[in-house]
């Protein structure tokens, strides 16, 4: 039994409390990821296409109504280490197509197919440090050649991120380690996604909202609460 198989049917409270502070609901954090994603999408030519995405650790399958939102002809699997909230995404999903959800051991992904784009959200900083490197390569043995990986982390760099942090503020996130952008770097590498761009994310709290359609031009800021990689398998 895992830390989220005791907070699956409460986990959005908890989200709720730890990002009070800079204003917003967990629904922004949750959509920006999938903004961004699509605008790659968008920019290779992929949206349109019946592409099958990978959730890798996707929890209680929050990504699926955004996805069904900005790409109506993707293939959904999702899969995560803790069943109980696999069992929650499948209750939330259950009428949905093309979308499927299953748990496992946390690093033989139980597919046989292979994925156009691999999008892994919050999830690194939750696996062992020793076994993160482990986990990546078989990510990597998944993508499609051509195909594209997210990695979505919180970024140590920023101040209100180590607050959170230190506050406990998420309680599941108890036993994780957060994963700087230099370390996630140098694994990508190692597992041969040296083909890769680094952006930084969520720099402004709600009451300077009027200053997030400037966000773009900071990307190589590393000092944003998120940062993600986008790494292409050549
Ligand atoms: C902070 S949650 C993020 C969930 C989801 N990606 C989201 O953004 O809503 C981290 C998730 O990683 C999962 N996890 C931890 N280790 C994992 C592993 N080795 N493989 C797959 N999922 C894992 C946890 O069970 C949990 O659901």
Redesign the pocket.
Known sequence: M????KYADN?DEGHVKAVAMSGFKPDYF?EY?FKELVNFLEEVGLVNKQIKLL??????G??VKYLRKYLPKVFIYG????VG?IRVAKEKNKNLKNVKFTS????NIPFKEKFDVI?????F???KRN?QEK?LKNIYNKLLDNGYLFI?EHNPLNPLTQWIYFRND?Q??KNSNLLSHFRTGKFLKKVGLANNEIRFAIFFPQFLSMLIPFEKYLRWLPFGAHYYYIAKKA
């Open positions: 895992t830390v989220f198989d986990y949750h990821k959730d890798f650790g996707c929890g209680i929050r990504s899969i995560d280490v803790s909230e496992f051991d946390g690093f999008f892994v959200a919050n999830v900083h939750h696996i076994d986990v979505f998420f599941f996130d």
